[in-house]
């Protein structure tokens, strides 16, 4: 069984920045996708960030230019740097990926429990 852990979330004013990481644990062959996600209070869970095996990476229109997701597949862990960060970026955060766990190709979608973010203005 696959599990994911967030960490670093925390509270920051207007224009700071926070790092957000998530590490995966359990047996995984390779990874499919990472993403980050983020649930505002009375507001559906939208995508952040996301990047694929081959790298592909894709930005909410909000937070281009000021957030970066990246990974370290050594470490089975991604991260989630955010910049110049604003008031309307006050969520939870969410990890989410998908791991190929065997040499049959199963793979494992599923989510972190997430993190709370908060940016006073």
């Known amino acids: 069984q696959v599990q994911l852990v967030e960490s670093g979330g925390g509270s920051v004013e207007s224009g700071g920045s926070l790092r957000l990481s998530c590490a995966a644990s359990?047996?995984?062959?390779?990874?499919?996708?990472m993403a980050w996600y983020r649930q505002a209070p009375g507001k559906q869970r939208e995508l952040v960030a996301e990047i694929t095996a081959r790298n592909n990476i894709n930005y909410a229109h909000s937070v281009t230019g000021r957030f970066t997701i990246s990974r370290d597949n050594a470490k089975n862990t991604f991260y989630l740097q955010m910049n110049k960060l604003k008031p309307e970026d006050t969520a939870v955060y969410y990890c989410?990926?998908?791991?190929?766990?065997?040499?049959?190709?199963?793979?494992?979608?599923?989510w972190g429990r997430g993190t709370q973010v908060t940016v006073s203005s």
């Open positions: 359990g047996s995984i062959v390779s990874t499919n996708l």
């Open positions: 989410n990926a998908e791991f190929v766990i065997d040499s049959d190709a199963t793979t494992w979608h599923g």
